[in-house]
């Protein structure tokens, strides 16, 4: 959005690469001592003016598990999800690789998270509203997810995503540090981590929580399309 927000992020993230290699170095051999595959996932991203960037994550699923169960969406105790993966993501360390993503371009600290490059559809299709949270680089937290993370449905993401792309403009850096602030607080209450809530799945199949998950997608797509 501005010169002064790509320093910040560059400088911030040198800093916290920095702190945190050894701590980086452990998670990934953790992750490869506790299950078959490679440390650090690699996943096509819809970023900015809707291209596809690789987004790097720890990995906290088994090997191939969007072929497997639910596909994209995870819920609690979600047989996928490793041992290490569980703590991962309850603390988001698995998040951390996304600080190379933002030294090479690909993301900010701070902006509307990238969703799966085919998770909403195809960009082109996209409504107005939904095609202007794409105006700025994603980001490794954001306002929607300071406000509910995986809890909310896409439609109210836009809304939250659109409303910090408004507030950047009106109160610049300082809301990114707000919001920065907000992230750090969730992550100690480690809250809303989940795209399916536990009592909302429970009782049900992988194939019926499936379908569940996919019918939301698809009516936002349909809904984003009017």
Request: charge should be neutral; proline fraction near 3%; charged fraction near 30%.
């Amino acid at each position: 959005m501005n010169l002064v927000k790509r320093g910040i992020d560059i400088l911030l993230s040198l800093i916290a690469i920095i702190i945190l290699s050894p701590l980086l170095l452990i998670i990934a051999i953790a992750v490869k001592i506790d299950s078959k595959g490679v440390a650090l996932f690699r996943q096509g991203r819809l970023t900015e003016n809707g291209k596809v960037f690789t987004m790097y994550k720890f990995r906290t699923m088994v090997e191939n598990a969007e072929q497997m169960g639910t596909g994209l969406f995870n819920y609690a105790n979600d047989f996928r999800v490793t041992r290490v993966g569980k703590f991962l993501r309850k603390t988001s360390l698995d998040e951390l690789p996304q600080l190379f993503n933002i030294i090479k371009g690909d993301m900010s600290i701070v902006g509307p998270r990238p969703p799966v490059s085919y998770e909403l559809g195809e960009y082109e299709d996209l409504s107005d509203e939904y095609k202007r949270r794409f105006t700025v680089l994603p980001g490794i937290t954001g306002l929607a997810q300071v406000s509910g993370r995986n809890e909310l449905p896409w439609d109210e993401k836009v809304k939250y995503d659109n409303q910090y792309i408004d507030l950047f403009k009106k109160y610049g850096i300082l809301i990114d540090f707000k919001i920065i602030f907000l992230t750090i607080v969730n992550v100690f209450k480690m809250k809303d981590i989940y795209e399916v809530k536990e009592e909302d799945s429970e009782g049900l199949s992988d194939e019926e929580i499936a379908k569940r998950a996919t019918d939301a997608v698809t009516e936002k797509a349909r809904s984003s399309q009017k």
